[in-house]
């Protein structure tokens, strides 16, 4: 079959992406000139330095475990990853064939991850509570790791990114944004910025020198690091379960519920 060219996917790659720039474009104009209208606190500028956000984080338990439950993610992605790499660079030699079988794992996230968020995560956010939802993927990355320390194998492999993915995009992402919805704006604004900066690349690196130091260093098997991984996301479904309650708690205490901020079409 032939094959299509880098180049030209790139070019494809960039059609939704001037799409968007579009919709920015046009959000920006609307605002500018007035026709969407900021209302209450929402029209005023945020205060604060670069150091604000790191200030907000640890001056509330509540966004501190939000910090800890994005921390402890970035871990699981990046044990995911490592273990993707060996495994895959370990039974494929033919750089096309790993191409085609990292793209295949790809668009299955991706449909799965649509399907989640147009049919089924409304639903489990106000079904089970925000806790339990956010609890899900960590629960099912113990069971994966688990599974992938005994059988280390391409299909397994294949099986815990496509869950984990799948349901980190699809239903842990849009529950952990429902949990901004308790906090004041500049919490929310400047805690975020952070947690998706800071916490997140920090979380990488920090796993990254882990991961290294676990096989590289002390000379510890796939299998071994993901059984060791495996109670690790025990732990991030305690800190999920957490948040959610808390969450919940402050939402009462505002007389309203963290579910109401998720619509169910």
């Known amino acids: 079959a032939e094959q299509v060219p880098v180049f030209t996917l790139l070019l494809i790659s960039c059609v939704p992406l001037e799409i968007a720039s579009w919709f920015a474009g046009a959000l920006h104009r609307n605002f500018e000139t007035g026709e969407v209208e900021a209302v209450g606190e929402s029209g005023r500028p945020l205060s604060g330095g670069a150091w604000s956000g790191m200030k907000a984080v640890f001056a509330s338990p509540y966004l501190t475990g939000i910090a800890a439950f994005i921390a402890l993610m970035t871990f699981a992605s990046t044990v995911l990853y ?26 299955t996230v991706n449909v799965l ?37 005994i059988y280390p194998t391409l299909v397994t492999l294949m099986v815990v990114q496509v869950i984990y993915r799948a349901g980190r995009y699809g239903i842990t992402k849009p529950a952990r944004e429902v ?26 690196l920090v796993s990254g020198w882990i991961y290294a130091g676990l096989g590289t260093f002390i000379g510890l098997s796939l299998g071994t690091i993901a059984l060791i991984a495996a109670p690790v996301m025990g732990v991030w479904a305690i800190v999920a379960i957490g948040i959610g309650a808390r969450g919940d708690a402050m939402a009462v205490s505002d007389g309203d519920d963290l579910g109401d901020a998720v619509s169910v079409g």
Do not use: C, H
């Open 82 to 107: 490592f273990a993707q790499s060996d495994i895959v660079y370990e039974v494929m030699t033919d750089r096309g064939e790993r191409r085609a079988f990292l793209s295949k794992i790809d668009l």
């Open 179 to 204: 949990l901004f919805t308790v906090v004041s704006r500049e919490e929310k604004y400047k805690s975020k910025a952070f947690i998706d900066a800071a916490v997140y690349r920090g979380g990488d």
């Open 113 to 149: 991850t649509i399907l989640f968020e147009v049919y089924l995560t409304a639903r489990i956010l106000r079904w089970l509570n925000v806790g339990v939802a956010l609890a899900l993927i960590p629960v099912a990355t113990v069971v994966g790791f688990i599974a992938l320390g």
